[in-house]
């Protein structure tokens, strides 16, 4: 989870179209001809920065963001793509239970409009729309968002499930992944390469840098440190 940017994490279990053909202007009669298969997908989304602007794009598409799986399943198999059961648990717990058939715009609708505004290639992903159950929709004081150590289950029928554990990424783009833990150690302390170690345990597992590089201090002292850590989300000790 890149929480030093964004801390409202949500889920949306998704019926996902991929193309085998290119599309443009297509009819809604001929438009799931244009199909090669379907997969379950996970909207994942940063609600927090997908509100920021008018535009939702930045909240949707940070590394790592709309994970898929576990199959493609081709069309001719999976028949009406308007007639499957979507679902979504968190640790156990169910959070979305609806069926495709009950979307705004069905699969047709979708194909034939985007084809009208873009050409559609093949090996092009279409993210169809989540239901109802999403942690946003909720009342703000029941709004607890997904946090490190979650365990996310997506599932359409007839496609499989995708299973998400989700984990700290600090530093964004720069550093290296920080496995959620209750307690975090600084192990060692590279000045000069503007590198923190630390790890759970007293065993490392992995690297803290992204706010290190902004420190205005001239050395990292412990104190610069626990301060840098903290902004990232990590509690260190």
Same mark, same amino acid.
């Given at each position: 989870?890149?929480?030093?940017?964004?801390?409202n994490?949500d889920?949306?279990v998704e019926l996902?179209?991929v193309?085998?053909?290119e599309?443009r202007n297509?009819?809604?009669a001929?438009?799931l001809d244009y199909?090669?298969g379907y997969?379950?997908?996970?909207?994942f989304?940063?609600?927090?920065?997908?509100y920021?602007t008018?535009?939702f794009?930045?909240g949707?598409?940070f590394?790592?963001?709309?994970?898929?799986?576990?199959?493609l399943?081709?069309s001719?198999?999976v028949g009406?793509p308007?007639?499957?059961?979507l679902?979504?648990?968190?640790?156990g717990e169910?959070?979305q239970?609806?069926?495709?058939?009950?979307m705004i715009?069905?699969?047709?609708?979708?194909?034939?409009?985007?084809?009208?505004m873009?050409?559609?290639?093949p090996g092009d992903?279409?993210?169809?729309g989540?239901?109802?159950g999403?942690i946003?929709?909720?009342?703000k004081?029941e709004q607890?968002?997904l946090?490190?150590?979650?365990?996310?289950?997506c599932?359409v029928e007839? #496609?499989?499930?995708?299973?998400g554990?989700?984990r700290f990424?600090?530093g964004q783009?720069r550093?290296?992944?920080i496995?959620?833990?209750e307690? #975090?150690?600084?192990?060692?302390?590279?000045p000069?390469?503007?590198r923190?170690?630390?790890g759970?345990?007293?065993?490392?597992?992995?690297?803290?840098?992204?706010?290190?590089?902004?420190?205005p201090a001239?050395? #990292?002292?412990?104190i610069a440190?626990k301060?840098?850590?903290?902004?990232a989300?990590v509690?260190p000790?």
């Amino acid at each position: 989870l890149p929480t030093a940017t964004a801390k409202n994490f949500d889920y949306e279990v998704e019926l996902v179209m991929v193309f085998g053909r290119e599309c443009r202007n297509v009819s809604e009669a001929d438009a799931l001809d244009y199909v090669a298969g379907y997969c379950t997908g996970n909207d994942f989304s940063a609600r927090d920065l997908q509100y920021l602007t008018s535009q939702f794009m930045i909240g949707k598409t940070f590394d790592g963001f709309a994970p898929l799986g576990p199959h493609l399943v081709t069309s001719d198999l999976v028949g009406d793509p308007n007639n499957l059961r979507l679902e979504c648990r968190v640790n156990g717990e169910q959070r979305q239970d609806w069926t495709t058939n009950d979307m705004i715009f069905n699969c047709r609708q979708m194909i034939s409009f985007a084809s009208r505004m873009m050409t559609i290639k093949p090996g092009d992903i279409f993210f169809t729309g989540t239901p109802h159950g999403v942690i946003f929709g909720k009342p703000k004081g029941e709004q607890v968002w997904l946090k490190a150590g979650d365990r996310v289950v997506c599932s359409v029928e007839k #496609l499989g499930e995708h299973e998400g554990h989700f984990r700290f990424t600090v530093g964004q783009r720069r550093g290296l992944g920080i496995a959620a833990a209750e307690r #975090l150690y600084v192990l060692s302390i590279n000045p000069a390469a503007n590198r923190v170690i630390v790890g759970a345990a007293r065993t490392p597992i992995g690297a803290f840098q992204g706010s290190l590089a902004s420190l205005p201090a001239p050395k #990292l002292g412990a104190i610069a440190i626990k301060a840098a850590l903290e902004r990232a989300g990590v509690k260190p000790e």
